[in-house]
T-cell receptor, first 116, second 112 residues
Framework: AQTVTQSQPEMSVQEAETVTLSCTYDTSENNYYLFWYKQPPSRQMILVIR??????QNATENRFSVNFQKAAKSFSLKISDSQLGDTAMYFCAFMRLLKGAQKLVFGQGTRLTINP | KAGVTQTPRYLIKTRGQQVTLSCSPI?????VSWYQQTPGQGLQFLFEYFSETQRNKGNFPGRFSGRQFSNSRSEMNVSTLELGDSALYLCASSFGTGYEQYFGPGTRLTVT
């Protein structure tokens, strides 16, 4: 079974700073997807970024980028120029690349607070 | 394009009752997944439906069931409610395997 671990329950940074959230996972699969989702106080789960394990290039979406280390089974999220609207719970998630395996396995989350 | 919608948004039930939650996916999406979110257990996968067939099931008792209709809308049913079923129930839709899942706003269920 796959497991996802987020070792930082809470983080807090000042607006405009850069912050990195950590995520490690355990799997025997070779092909899979990794995701970061954010859940603001409204509780709406929003997809931030996605990484395919077969791609060596790290995914980037505007101010959000990942550092994907497949051998180390590490998948960290970097938020540059953080904004107040980035305040949210951030979840790292794993999904197998297998027909019919449409199941996300989530970490416990990191509560990120951006201070003005 | 309209996002994933869930109804009702809030629900209060009594132990022993049953409840049905509804999820309408993004137009064109054929896969609907359900997740339970609680402070203690975090986000846990319940089940996934694709083209009216249940493809995956999480580790939940048989009191939790679901179905999907021909228009891809999905319902989740919980019978004989227990206090521990109090949670935020999230529905997510996608085109299918390998595609991102997009979440609805959730249904907050409180069992008293």
């Amino acid at each position: 079974a796959q497991t996802v671990t987020q070792s930082q329950p809470e983080m807090s940074v000042q607006e405009a700073e850069t912050v990195t959230l950590s995520c490690t996972y355990d799997t025997s699969e070779n092909n899979y997807y990794l995701f970061w989702y954010k859940q603001p106080p409204s509780r709406q789960m929003i997809l931030v970024i996605r990484q395919e394990a077969y791609k060596q290039q790290n995914a980037t979406e505007n101010r959000f980028s990942v550092n994907f280390q497949k051998a180390a089974k590490s998948f960290s999220l970097k938020i540059s120029d953080s904004q107040l609207g980035d305040t949210a719970m951030y979840f790292c998630a794993f999904m197998r690349l297998l027909k019919g395996a449409q199941k996300l396995v989530f970490g416990q989350g990191t509560r990120l607070t951006i201070n003005p | 394009k309209a996002g994933v919608t869930q109804t009702p948004r809030y629900l209060i039930k009594t132990r022993g009752q049953q409840v049905t939650l509804s999820c309408s996916p993004i137009s064109g999406h054929r896969s609907v997944s359900w997740y339970q979110q609680t402070p203690g257990q975090g986000l846990q996968f319940l089940f996934e439906y694709f083209s009216e067939t249940q493809r995956n099931k999480g580790n939940f008792p048989g009191r939790f069931s679901g179905r999907q209709f021909s228009n891809s809308r999905s319902e989740m049913n919980v019978s004989t409610l227990e206090l521990g079923d109090s949670a935020l129930y999230l529905c997510a839709s996608s085109f299918g395997t390998g595609y991102e899942q997009y979440f609805g706003p959730g249904t907050r269920l409180t069992v008293t």
